[in-house]
Structure formats: structure tokens, C-alpha cells
């Protein structure tokens, strides 16, 4: 983003509102992520709201929240894991599979003793209840809506390595396919985790298999790949808003893709911007508020059950002021818990005496990175949805 002025004055004043060049290296990937995270929140808000009468907060924007979010995650999970495909099973179980389940498991757990201790509460939403023992017996199953992302990363960490001897055009085409699919509706499994797990495996793979193109590209290229994506992105989006055509093979898939390459180009640009500092935050903590955030509009959603009027009409216009204030609580009080949780480290990682990262073991060899292999910045996913590249500097945090 530029702020053009021939006078140094102008130039001081830009120098206050962007942050110094050399710290906005990959902190466009945290930006991204923080936009994302909050527009899944927004999304989950108003999913909740409606469940209560509360309605008018999402209409026909839903389908901007299908394209680009959990894409998004997905492509960075696998921008930041490509090392993966250089790793033996038992390096891989260790560092990926293992930390993953043990998240999703232990979140799972969580979820169901919440919603069997706050009353009037509802965390199916069309589901199987969430206080049914069924969720735990069929957790590898059956994913839940909460948490079936984290189990998703399991799923495709796991396929990216069985496919990695298979050409990389095989594996993104037969990807593809697969995706759209289920973007399409041929593939329908009336359940919202394997669903969104079958159309987004491309994403991971696209992530990890070309990670150094892409990441070369943004930060090369990214300023003259606006004239180009900008359009694809204004008309898929166009379509895809005004006209009822998700079964047109690809079309969904072409405009998540085209709406994951904008976010990205956007979030390069705005990521230096000092004000704008709340979405790297975000970004830096998507773990933390994917995994708490429900949980604050569940309790929000159960008092507005209970004190707005019967006829939900007497708040007509003040749908989306409402929606706001519970997504701004449940992203600020799960930033807030978050300080506090991450001392419990058993709730992220597994323990020690469990196999846990803190374990005493042989050094992992690491072989020589084969082309478009990037660094891969962490020994245990403490920081998915999406690996932060700020980890590094956080590597002394107590959840890490």
C-alpha cells in the first residue's frame, strides 16, 4: 500500500502509519489469516443469532464466506507444512498426525463438557446434540461443525505424504475433481466436516506442493498480479452472488481460488498499515480463537434467547449492531483467555510423559529441501489454522 508525497513532511507522516519494511516479510500470511478467522467468526455469529429468530445478518453474503476463509487456512496449512513430504511416518506421526489428533480430541472433549454444563445452550445446529456421548464414539467418523478443520488437517497431512511420490499434476487435478464434487453437490455426505474436508483437500495440496512458487510470487510479484486477479475475482464473485449455478463443475472451486489469491494480494498490502494492526493479531492467534470462540457466542446467544422480546421483530435494524457486538466479545474474550489457557499446555500439545514435544529424543535429520520446499517453522502445530511466521519469535511462549 502506498502513500505518495514529494515532501519529507508526507514522508514522516507515512513513516507513522505503515510499519518498518523489513518485519512485513510473510506478516502478510498473519494478516490474511486474522481477516479470515474474523470473517468465520462473523459467519458462526450469525448461523447462532439466526437459530434464535435474530435474522437479516447474512443472506446472500454467505457465499463470500464460503469462498475464501477456510481456503485460505487450508492453503497456508500447506504453504508452511511442505517439509512434510521429505519426512519419514514415524517423523511425521511425531511432528503432524500426532499433535493434530491430540488437539482434536481434547477440543472435542472440551466442547461436549461445555455444553453439558451451560443450560439452554445449543451446539448442533442440525446436528447430533452436543451433549450426545455419540460425538465422542464417532468423533472419526462423524466430525462435529466445531472442530472437523482440525481433523481435516489430520486427513490431508496424512494424504500429501501417501501422494507424494505421485506427480503433482495427478494429485491437484484428482484434487480437484474430488472438490468439485462436493462444491457441486454430486458428493453429499449430510455431514458439514466431511463435506467441506472433501471439497478443500486441493487447497493443502496446492499449499504444499508449490509453497515456494507462491510464496515468491506475493512477495515478488504480488503489486503487477493485481491487474489480473482483480477481475477474475470481481466477476466469479458477480456470478456466484447473483446466479444459483454452484453446479457448474469447477466454477465454486475457480472463485475460492480466485478469492484466496485477492486475499492474499490485499493482505500484502494492508499488512504494513499501523491501524490495521488487530487483523495480524488475529492472525498470529487463529488457533487460540477458533478453538474458544464458539463457546463465548453460545453463552451470548443464551442470554439473548432469554432477554430479547418475543417477537424478534420489535429489533428490526438493529440485527447487524447486535451481530457485531457478540463477534467483537467472542474474538476480544477469546484473545483475553487465551493469555490464560496457553499456561495449560496439555490443552495444545500432548504432554511429555505422553509423547509430547517435550519429550527426550534423537534429532530429527533434515534432509536437503528439495525444489519448492519452504522452511517448515514448527516441530508441533501449535499455531494451525495455518502455521504463523511468527513463530519463531514466540518459539519461548508456554503453549509452544
Not at 350 to 359: M, Q, S, Y
Request: charged letters at 15%; one cysteine or more; a positive charge.
Amino acid at each position: 500500500m502506498e502513500f505518495t508525497s514529494g515532501t519529507t513532511g508526507h514522508k514522516g507522516e507515512r513513516m507513522k502509519l505503515l510499519k518498518p519494511a523489513g518485519g512485513a516479510r510473510r506478516e502478510w500470511v498473519d494478516f490474511a489469516k486474522g481477516a479470515a478467522i474474523l470473517m468465520v467468526v462473523y459467519y458462526h455469529t450469525s448461523l447462532y443469532l439466526g437459530d434464535i429468530g435474530v435474522e437479516n445478518t447474512l443472506g446472500r453474503i454467505k457465499v463470500v464466506f464460503e469462498l475464501f476463509p477456510m481456503p485460505l487456512f487450508f492453503l497456508v496449512s500447506g504453504l508452511f507444512g511442505s517439509r512434510i513430504r521429505t519426512w519419514s511416518f514415524g517423523d511425521l506421526w511425531r511432528r503432524r498426525l500426532y499433535p493434530l489428533l491430540w488437539l482434536y480430541v481434547v477440543w472435542s472433549v472440551i466442547r461436549m463438557a461445555f455444553y453439558l454444563v451451560v443450560p439452554l445452550a445449543n451446539g448442533g445446529l442440525g446436528e447430533l446434540p452436543a451433549t450426545d456421548p455419540l460425538n465422542l464414539l464417532l468423533l472419526f467418523f462423524w466430525p462435529s461443525s466445531s472442530y472437523w478443520f482440525i481433523y481435516g488437517l489430520v486427513l490431508f497431512t496424512l494424504g500429501a505424504w501417501l501422494l507424494r511420490k505421485v506427480d503433482h499434476r495427478v494429485q491437484v487435478a484428482l484434487a480437484a475433481v474430488m472438490g468439485t464434487m462436493f462444491t457441486t453437490g454430486l458428493l453429499n455426505t449430510t455431514n458439514v466436516g466431511w463435506n467441506r474436508i472433501g471439497a478443500l483437500f486441493v487447497f493443502f495440496l496446492v499449499g504444499t506442493l508449490y509453497s515456494k512458487r507462491i510464496i515468491d510470487f506475493v512477495e515478488q510479484k504480488g503489486s503487477r498480479a493485481f491487474l489480473y486477479v482483480t477481475p477474475v475475482f470481481v466477476v466469479l464473485s458477480a456470478v456466484l452472488f447473483l446466479f444459483p449455478i454452484r453446479w457448474v463443475p469447477f466454477l465454486a472451486l475457480a472463485g475460492q481460488m480466485a478469492a484466496v489469491a485477492m486475499g492474499i494480494l490485499v493482505s500484502r498490502a494492508l499488512s504494513r498499515v499501523r491501524f490495521l494492526n488487530f487483523f495480524t493479531i488475529c492472525g498470529e492467534r487463529s488457533l487460540h480463537i477458533y478453538l474458544l470462540h464458539l463457546y463465548f457466542i453460545v453463552i451470548a446467544i443464551t442470554i439473548l434467547r432469554v432477554i430479547l422480546p418475543e417477537d424478534r421483530s420489535e429489533i428490526g435494524g438493529f440485527e447487524v449492531p447486535l451481530l457485531l457486538v457478540v463477534m467483537v466479545l467472542a474474538v476480544v474474550l477469546s484473545l483475553f483467555v487465551t493469555r490464560y489457557l496457553s499456561k495449560v499446555k496439555w490443552i495444545y500439545v500432548p504432554p511429555a510423559a505422553l509423547g509430547g514435544p517435550g519429550k527426550r529424543r534423537k534429532p530429527v535429520p533434515v534432509p536437503a529441501r528439495g525444489p519448492g520446499v519452504v522452511s517448515d517453522p514448527a516441530a508441533v502445530p501449535a499455531d494451525e489454522p495455518g502455521t504463523s511466521p511468527s513463530h519463531e519469535k514466540k518459539r519461548a511462549e508456554s503453549h509452544e
